[in-house]
Structure formats: C-alpha cells, structure tokens
C-alpha cells in the first residue's frame, strides 16, 4: 500500500480561549487514502471543524498550541510555510468548503470573480474554466451568475458555488465542514450528491464533516467518531454501522435511526 | 443607484423645511423687539423697521410669518445683513468655497492617510506594531485642532519661515497661473494638515475596527483557502468591505466640516463660513447665523445622501433592498 494522501498522527488543537485551555482536538489519528471518502461524524462541540481547520491550516487566528503531526503526500503539513502552502492550495493540493457559503462568500465581488481568483493563472483563459466548473457543479443552467452577487442566490446555488471555487484548484483532497447542514433538505441531497457524483469523476478524496450519519452510510468508505475531541471509533463504515463497538456510537446510530423513522 | 437617492431625498426635503422652520421659529422666540433681534445691536432707523416688519409679516399670525419665511429661503433670499449691508445669501456665497476647499483638501489627505493606517494597525502581524500605530493616532486625536493648528504654525511658519502663519493668501498678489496656485497651496497647506490630521486620526480607529472585523468573515478563511497572498487578500477582500463603515463615518464628518471648521478658521483667519459664523454671533447678527445654520443643515443632509448612494455603490446588497 503507497503512502496515505492525508495522514494525522497523534494531533492535538488546543486553544487558548481567555484564560482557559480549549482541547478541542486532543490527540486525534486519521488517515485518507487517494480518491477515497472519509466521515467524521460527532456531536457538535467534539472537535470536528477544528480537526479539519487544523489539518487545512485554516485555523482563526487565535492563540493555540498544536501539536502532533499532519503530512499531505509525505509532506509536513502543520511545519510547512506560506510559500509552500498557497502553492498546495492553489493547485492540485486540498480546499475547503464551509457549512455557512453565504458568510463565506465576498458579499460585495461578484461570483464570477471570486472562482476567477481561485483559479491559476498558469492554465490559460479563466473565463471558459469558470464557465467549466460551474457547468460541473450543476449551475450551467442558471443565466448570468458570474454577474451575479452571492445575496442574489439560494442556499443550494451557493454551497454549489463554493464548490465550485474549490475546485477551481483541482484539489487532490477536499475537507467538507457540514456542507449541507444549513440547507433545505430536499437540496441537501441535491448538493450531496453533486459532490459525490465529483469525487467519483475527478477521484477527489474527500473528508466530509457531518453529524447526520445517514450522509456517511451513503458515501462514506471510512468513518471516524469524534467526542470531545478524540476519536473514539473508527472504521470501515460498513462494518462499523453494523456492529458498534463504542457506546457513543451505539447511541449516535441508534438517534439517527430514531429520526429516520420520524422523516417521510 | 437612483431609486436609492430619490427615496433618500425624498426624506431630507421634510427635514430641512423642519430644521428652516424651528431656526425661524428659535429667532422669533429672541425676547424683546423682534425687528431688533433680526438686525443686532445697531439702532434701527423707522422706514427700515417698517421695511422688515412688512417683508417678515412680522404683525401676521405666526404661520402667515413662517410660510412667507420659508417663501423667502426658498427662493434663495436668506434676508440682509444690516452689519455688512449685504444679503446673506451673497455673504455665505463668498465664503463657502473657501471652506469647501478647506475640507475637501482636508479630507483628500485624511481619508487615505486614515486608511493606511487603519489597514496597517488593523492587519498587524505583531501585536506590538499594532498597538504602537493605535495609540499614537488616539494620542494625535486627542490634540485639539486648534492647539494642533497653532504647534504647526510655531515650527513650519515661525521657526522654518517655510510657510505663512495664517490667510488664505497674500495682500498684494502679482502671480500668475501656475504660480499663482502654488503660492494659494502654501498658505492652504497648515489648516489643511492640522484639520487633515484630526479627521486622519478618526478615519483610522474606524477603519482598524472595522479591517479587524472583517478579517473574523468567513470570506477571508475562504480567500485564505484559494492560496491567496496577504496583499491580495487585503486588496480584493479587505478594503472594499472594510470601507463601508469608514464611508459613513467620513461622510457625516466632511458634511459637517461643510459647516466651517470654526476653531480652526479662528486660528488660521481663515475667511470662511466658520469665520463668519464667529464674527456674526459676536455682532448679533442673527439673520447671518440662521443663514450659515441654514445652509450647514442642507449641506450635512447633502452629504447624508451622498453617503447613502456610494454606500450602495460599494455593497450590492444595499442596492437589491427595498
Ligand atoms: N474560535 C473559537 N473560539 C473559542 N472556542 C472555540 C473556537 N473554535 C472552536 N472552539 C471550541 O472548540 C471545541 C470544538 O469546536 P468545533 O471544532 O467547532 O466542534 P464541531 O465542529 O464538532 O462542532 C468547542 O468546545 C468549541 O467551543
Ligand atoms: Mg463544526
């Protein structure tokens, strides 16, 4: 087996938060292999955002102590500078998409521009890759967007939207934070399964992020359960749906299941 | 863009007959002789009396005097200045483009400089550096403009002799042109700077404030996940919308200093509206105060709308809104 594209050892974000010591992440393993799918699974509070902002290198800027390691291809990612870093993020690297694309849009620049941006200049005109991507996104239908401001659109054509600027950079590996929690459900799906439909097309790992298990029974190839920023089970999604060995798991299925049955 | 002015306008016109309206109201509320209280401490000669008292309807019922007052500021006659033996109007006209030039060079150097620094201390990597740039401009805002005035007077006219203490330009002049330009930026170039650093000042604790506050958007953790640089991040994402806030701030301010920067005018003997509002109040010649009043009222609500429709022009969600 070739090395991991992600692999976390042993991390730990802790944040310092006033006075206090935050250990929003503390001690976490997690590995993604090429073209794979990960969940990370957890009640909110348990570290999962901050696991992946730590991994991304997007962390606020807040005084934290991190420790541990993270390597994207063998490369140190938690030691690596900002040079070296916007070259990953800028191609063939990893992105991000965030669970609220409307706080996380430039609500004053056009969304023509802001995928524009995302794109390198090393690979010719930007206008048809814009136009490209948001054909793969699924908003070649919609007229004019590239003029359009994010206010002027849904729920579901701006989370397509920061998609689409995360794929501008044709990442290897793309963290997705709740990608479909604060949307309407039936267009949950939708988005759900535009990004499984990418990650099948381009062979683009993903790590989702989500607290609704049924997302990771969907598409999941692995799954990590997170509780107060460790993981306390992980596995094939498979075999750990079908026997739990952790209680919080055991519980987490077993509240899902119970919401299941309540949905039409 | 013009649906956003119109609505705002169509507000400002109300206010402005209201402020007309109580200043006329304030005027007539002056104890004692009415037609005295309109000319000042002069004695008033009888045809000259008669003359106001029929202009004014000043022996009508108060409604009949404030419509004909409003009639008369309307149509631009703000009355006569019985000190200066001149209309108001004409008065106020002479000296608002001196202080429109004071302000408006003013502000050309405090916006920018306010900007600067205000993105500087605002995307400080060193906490130290940060503080280092608040601290010395609470401290520059602190100064009075008026004591700031007088320091830049002592050390660049009284000791260097580089540039004149106060005016807005020589008795005799024999330039020319370009030349002649010059030697007017010299004498503008003091007030300029002491009112410039002030507002400088101010523009740059609202701009930290507010590049701070943008930095904590999501937009910038996605600006930070395209790879962007930091001056990209600062140019593209940061300016445009920390700006908004420090358009308002500007905005209100420069409408205000459209009133006549009165300390300041003081100072340098600066011939503009603010001069003349000191030396009015002094006189007691109230038609001019209301007049100045008047026209500061117009020219804050102006600017008011101005800053409505740039406003609009940098954040497209305001020029969707109904
Ligand atoms: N910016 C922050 N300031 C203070 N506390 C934070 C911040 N970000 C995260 N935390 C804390 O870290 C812990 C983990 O948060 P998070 O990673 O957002 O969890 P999740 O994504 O699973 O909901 C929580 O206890 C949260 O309060
Ligand atoms: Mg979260």
Redesign the pocket.
């Known amino acids: 087996m070739t090395a991991p594209l992600l692999d976390i050892t042993g991390l730990k974000v802790h944040?310092h938060?006033g006075e206090r010591i935050?250990r929003?992440v503390d001690g976490v393993d997690l590995q993604v292999a090429h073209g794979t799918c990960v969940g990370v699974v957890?009640e909110?509070?348990?570290?999962?955002?901050?696991l992946a902002r730590a991994a991304a290198r997007l962390l606020?800027n807040?005084p934290a102590t991190i420790s541990g390691t993270a390597q994207f291809e063998g490369r140190d990612l938690l030691g690596m500078n900002e040079r070296a870093l916007r070259g990953l993020r800028r191609r063939h690297g990893f992105s991000m998409i965030f669970q609220d694309p409307l706080g996380y849009l430039n609500p004053t620049q056009r969304i023509g521009a802001q995928i524009g941006e995302a794109l390198s200049d090393e690979d010719g005109a930007k206008t048809p890759r814009i136009a490209a991507l948001l054909d793969e996104v699924g908003l070649a239908g919609a007229r004019d967007i590239v003029r359009r401001y994010p206010h002027e659109l849904s729920g579901g054509m701006r989370q397509r939207v920061m998609i689409a600027i995360a794929l501008a950079s044709a990442p290897k590996l793309l963290f997705a934070d709740e990608p479909t929690t604060a949307l309407d459900v039936t267009v949950q799906l939708q988005v759900l399964q535009a990004l499984y439909r990418l990650h099948r097309e381009r062979q683009m790992a993903i790590v989702i992020i989500t607290h609704d298990l049924a997302v990771v029974a969907e598409i999941c190839d692995a799954c990590h359960v997170m509780q107060s920023g460790r993981v306390v089970e992980s596995g094939p999604t498979a075999s750990l749906f079908a026997n739990p060995q952790h209680p919080y798991t055991a519980r987490l299925l077993e509240l899902s299941r119970r919401r299941a049955g309540v949905r039409p | 863009m013009l649906r956003v002015a119109g609505r705002r306008a169509v507000w400002a016109l109300p206010l402005l007959l209201t402020i007309i309206v109580v200043m006329f109201c304030l005027l007539r509320a002056i104890p004692g002789d009415p037609v005295q209280a309109m000319v000042g401490d002069f004695p008033v000669p009888p045809a000259y009396r008669a003359l106001i008292e029929e202009k004014y309807h000043l022996n009508d019922p108060l409604p009949t005097q404030i419509v004909t007052y409003l009639g008369n500021i309307v149509s631009g006659d703000f009355g006569y200045s019985y000190q200066n033996q001149r209309p108001v109007i004409g008065l106020i006209l002479e000296r608002a483009p001196r202080t429109i030039l004071l302000a408006s060079a003013s502000f050309a150097i405090a916006i920018p400089l306010g900007l600067l620094l205000g993105v500087l201390a605002g995307t400080a990597r060193r906490p130290l550096a940060d503080k280092l740039l608040t601290t010395s401009a609470l401290i520059a805002y602190a100064i009075p403009t008026f004591w700031l005035g007088q320091l830049l007077v002592i050390v660049f006219a009284l000791q260097l002799g580089w540039l004149p203490t106060q005016g807005i330009g020589p008795m005799i002049s024999r330039a020319h042109g370009f030349a002649w330009i010059l030697e007017r930026l010299r004498y503008l170039a003091l007030p300029a700077l002491a009112f410039a650093i002030h507002e400088g000042m101010r523009i740059a604790r609202i701009s930290r404030a507010s590049v701070i506050d943008t930095l904590g958007q999501g937009y910038i953790v996605t600006a930070r996940a395209k790879g962007l640089t930091r001056g990209a991040i600062i140019r593209r994402h940061i300016l445009r919308n920390a700006s908004l806030p420090v358009v308002t701030i500007a905005g209100y301010a420069f409408g205000h200093a459209l009133g006549g920067a009165v300390l300041l005018e003081t100072v340098f003997a600066w011939p503009g509206v603010g001069l003349l509002l000191v030396d009015s109040i002094r006189l007691r010649d109230n038609m001019t105060v209301i007049g100045i009043v008047i026209v500061s009222a117009i020219a804050v609500v102006v600017m008011n709308l101005v800053v409505d429709v740039v406003y609009a022009l940098l954040d497209p969600r305001i020029r969707t809104a109904r």
Do not use: D, F
Request: hydrophobic share 35%; proline share 7%.
């Open positions: 944040l938060v935050v929003a957890g909110s509070g348990s570290g999962k955002s901050t606020p807040l």
